[in-house]
């Protein structure tokens, strides 16, 4: 059956990601949305969007606005997750079906009226990008920010190590660099959901003492949605002794096969009901 009205094609999806700053994990939203909605996709403001996707998003205070809104009011939640725990500033928020999925079980425990599935968006790359190559080198991926200062960087490139940068222009050009690899370190959250994508071994090496610390709990959140185990924060240098031994492995493929089929499901569900939110 069409998803076309019978007057003509379906509107854009309206969806929201963050683009105030060159970054692939925000910038893959679109094309991971259409093709999985199969619709057309244009940005929108967080206040107008019909769909919030991949990235940190819940906690913005437009966001929390609009989910202290009656839930058939809100946007549809796809894959969307917490930078940090949002405490009192969630207080009168609570969501209903229109929350198809969440980033990981941290999101979800703060969402009252949550009962959706988890895990990020961006582990469905392979249906966008597949890979059929040969995989060589290892690689580190910084944190965008990380760029501010590039002096230690051009210095770990100056030793042999490869960057992949998350400023590229092209995000899809990173996510295929990403595919590529061995082996992967990254202090991108989304170096690391790409990785576990394509089934390659990583590592998380935070950019900063707060990353590892106050900024962990996005990390938390999707490792937990997956399964992962021994996820904590490893030092660069520890990460690259770790990685030249061969002692880094990949334990959570069930648990991404299982969030691909989930979120995939949900959102074609939701297209399959033409749910208004879509249309906002």
């Known amino acids: 059956m069409s998803d076309e009205p019978k007057n003509g094609p379906m509107p854009p999806l309206k969806l929201y990601w963050w683009r105030a700053q060159p970054n ?55 894959g969307s997750g917490l930078l940090t725990d949002p405490g009192d500033s969630f207080a009168g928020v609570r969501v209903g079906a229109r929350c198809l999925a969440v980033r990981g079980p941290l999101t979800a425990e703060k969402l009252p009226g949550f009962d959706g599935v988890q895990g990020d968006a961006g582990l469905l790359c392979p249906q966008i990008l597949p890979f059929e190559g040969v995989r060589a080198e290892m690689a580190y991926v ?6 501010k200062n590039p002096d230690k960087l051009e210095a770990l490139q100056a030793e042999g190590l490869r960057l992949i940068d998350v400023r590229q222009a092209d ?46 709990f996005k990390f938390a959140d999707y490792f937990a949605s997956v399964g992962r185990r021994g996820a904590g924060p490893v030092p660069l240098d520890e990460a690259r002794r770790l990685a030249a031994r061969g002692a880094v492995g990949f334990d959570c493929a069930a648990g991404v096969e299982r969030a691909q089929k989930d979120l995939t499901s949900v959102l074609k569900a939701a297209m399959a009901a033409k749910a208004p939110a879509m249309e906002s």
């Open 24 to 78: 692939f994990g925000d910038a893959i939203n679109a094309r991971i949305v259409g093709q999985v909605a199969g619709r057309d996709v244009e940005w929108a403001r967080i206040d107008k969007a019909g769909i919030l996707a991949i990235g940190s998003v819940l906690g913005f205070e437009a966001t929390i606005r609009r989910l202290q809104l009656p839930p058939a009011q809100q946007p549809l939640i796809w």
């Open 142 to 147: 910084p944190h965008h920010a990380q760029w």
């Open 171 to 216: 995000p899809w050009d990173v996510v295929a660099q990403i595919a590529g690899c061995e082996m992967v370190i990254s202090a991108s959250l989304h170096g690391l959901v790409v990785a576990d994508a394509y089934g390659i071994p990583n590592l998380w090496a935070p950019a900063s003492d707060w990353m590892a610390r106050e900024g962990a």
